[in-house]
Nanobody, 119 residues
Framework: QVQLVESGGGLVQAGGSLRLSCAAS????????MAWYRQAPGKQRELVAY???????NYLDSVKGRFTISRDNARNTGYLQMNSLKPEDTAVYSC?????????????WGQGTQVTVSS
């Protein structure tokens, strides 16, 4: 249905910035919501932010004011701009899209990208 390729992770010092990208291919017209999740070692995966087709967004409280989610529908790509990064933001970040194809809802995950913030 949909394939996702993430990029943009890496190592950054505290206070720095990174931008994650999530490029979609396949049945991209079926995508509704795009979201970013993260999972730190020993912790449960948590929803960082999501954006709907209409552009509505929502954020995890701890990233509000620092992270911005966006999507470029013309390029079938979503982004997570992360500023003022903190060591506690260190995690594997994964993109997920949700949609409906042939009246069947689906979720599709990217492979994940490591973000490491040093103190």
């Amino acid at each position: 249905q949909v394939q996702l390729v993430e990029s943009g992770g890496g190592l950054v010092q505290a206070g720095g910035s990174l931008r994650l990208s999530c490029a979609a291919s396949g049945n991209v017209f079926s995508i509704n919501t795009m979201a970013w999740y993260r999972q730190a070692p020993g912790k449960q995966r948590e929803l960082v932010a999501y954006i709907t087709t209409g552009g509505s967004t929502n954020y995890l409280d701890s990233v509000k004011g620092r992270f911005t989610i966006s999507r470029d529908n013309a390029r079938n790509t979503g982004y997570l701009q992360m500023n003022s990064l903190k060591p506690e933001d260190t995690a594997v970040y994964s993109c997920k899209v949700s949609g409906s194809y042939n009246a069947k809802p689906y979720d599709c995950w990217g492979q994940g990208t490591q973000v490491t913030v040093s103190s």
